[in-house]
C-alpha cells in the first residue's frame, strides 16, 4: 500500500530549485478543507469551539488560515500566548491549558482574557495569589486514572499521566472555586494520543457528560462548556483508515441527546483543541539523497535529521517515505533512512522496504504537519529548516525562513562569535 504525496514530482522540482532542502512544506488546500469539515461536523452545537493546538504547529501563516474557520488558539505557554495576541486572538479565543505553569504565564494569560483551564487542585490558590483574583470563568482537567479503553482496546494509562485532577480532587476544586467568585466552569480531559479511531471522542464525551451531570447533581454547579481536548489522531501508516470527523461529530452529538439533554444541560458548548488532525496530514518534510553507505546493513543519508524531525528518534513513529519520481517503481531495497546527528537513533526509517535510491533523489516524508518542525532543535549545531507553504493556486509561500548561523550564535551576546572566526556567510 502506499500513500500519495499532496505535491507532485514537477512540482517539487521546481519548488526546490527557489527552495534548497530540507524544508517543511504545507498544503493549503488540504488545511482549509480539513478546517471546514471540523466546522460542519460539530455544527449541530451552537456554542462550538475548535482551539487549535499552537503546539503542534506555531506558524502564524497556518494560524491565521484556521482563524478563518473560526479556530480559536489552544495555548501552553508565554510564547504561544505571545504569537496568538499578535495575530488578535484573545480573551475567550484562547484557552490557555498547561501545567507546571509559572506565575508569569498566568499573569499573562489573564492580562489577555484567556480561559485558564487548571491542571491540579494546588493551581487554584496558587492562581489566586498570584493575579490576585479566580477568573469568573474558569477550567478544570480531568484524569479518571486507572487505563482508558476504547473499542474493547486499552489506549493509554492515564493514572500514570502527570496531568489533572483525580475526581475527588475535581469535586472539591470547583466548590472552592465558587467560594471564590468563579461563576462560569468548564470541564477539560484529555486521556489518548493519536487516536485512529471514530469512537474515541464519542467515548471520552460519554465520560465527561455523565461527570457533567454528577457535578451538577451533587453540587449544584453547571458546566457551561466541555472540552473533549485533542487525542483525534493521524493514520500514519498506508493501511490504517483515517479518521472521519464527520461521523466523529455525530457520534458526540449522540451521546449529547442521550446524556445531557435530559438533564437539562442542553446548552452546554463543545469545544475540542485538535492540533495533529488539523495540520499533520497537510505537511511533509522535503529532503535530499546525499550519501549511500553500504556496511551491515544499506543506509541512505539524507540533508534532513531528527533536529527537523524528532518523532522517529524520540517515540520510533512511523513516517511513511516517497521517493518522488519512483511513485511506481518497485520497493525492492531494504534501507535506513538517516540523518547527520552524532546519535544511532537519528533514522526516519529501519529496514524500510523502499525503490533503488541514488544520490540527488528527492525524498518526501509524509504528515508532519503536526509535531514536525515545531518540535525541532539544534543538536550538533543543525539548524531550523524553512517552512513553505503550497498555496491552492498552486504557487509557494515562504512562512518561515531557514535558521542561519547568525540565528543560532545571536544569543550569545557576551561573545561575538562571528567576529572570531572566518565567517564568510555560508
Known sequence: MNKEPFVTYEQLKEITEQFPTPFHLYDEKGIRENAQAVKEAFSWNQGYREYFAVKAEPNPFIMN???????????????????????GIRGEDIMFSSNETPPEEFRFADKL???INLDDIT?????????????????????????????????????????GFTKEQLFEGYKLL???????????SFLVSNTVTNDYYPTLAKTLFE???????????????????GGVGVAYRPQEKPNDIRVIGEGVHKVFDEVLVPAGLGDTAIYTEMGRFMTGPYGCLV?????????????????????????????????????????HAPCDHKYDIVGSLCENNDKFAVDRMLPEIETGDLLVIHDT??????????????????????????????????????????????????????????
Open 211 to 229: 461527570l457533567a451531570v454528577e457535578i451538577k447533581e451533587k453540587l449544584g454547579i453547571t458546566i457551561s462548556f466541555i472540552n473533549l481536548s
Open 287 to 327: 529532503t535530499k539523497a546525499v550519501h549511500e553507505k553500504h556496511t551491515y546493513k544499506e543506509y541512505i543519508g539524507v540533508d534532513a535529521c531528527a533536529a527537523n524531525l524528532m518523532r522517529p528518534a524520540m517515540y520510533g513513529a512511523y513516517h511513511h517515505i516517497t521517493v518522488m519520481g519512483k511513485e
Open 113 to 115: 482574557g484567556a480561559i
Open 369 to 426: 504537519g503536526a509535531h514536525g518542525f515545531a518540535m525541532g532543535y539544534n543538536y550538533n549545531g543543525r539548524l531550523w529548516s524553512a517552512e513553505v507553504l503550497l498555496k491552492e493556486d498552486g504557487t509557494t509561500q515562504l512562512i518561515r525562513r531557514a535558521q542561519t548561523p547568525k540565528d543560532y550564535f545571536a544569543t550569545f551576546d557576551c561573545f561575538d562569535i562571528l567576529k572570531n572566526m572566518n565567517y564568510n556567510g555560508v
Open 65 to 87: 488560515i484556521l482563524k478563518e474557520y473560526g479556530c480559536g488558539c489552544d495555548c501552553s505557554s508565554m510564547t504561544e500566548l505571545m504569537l496568538s495576541d499578535a495575530l
Open 123 to 163: 493551581h487554584i490558590d496558587f492562581l489566586e495569589q498570584t493575579i490576585g483574583k479566580i477568573p469568573e470563568t474558569i477550567s478544570c482537567r480531568y484524569n479518571p486514572g486507572g487505563v482508558y479503553e476504547v473499542s474493547n482496546g486499552i489506549m493509554d494509562n492515564p493514572q500514570d499521566a502527570k496531568y
Open 178 to 188: 465558587k467560594q471564590k467568585g468563579a461563576k462560569r466552569f468548564g470541564l477539560h
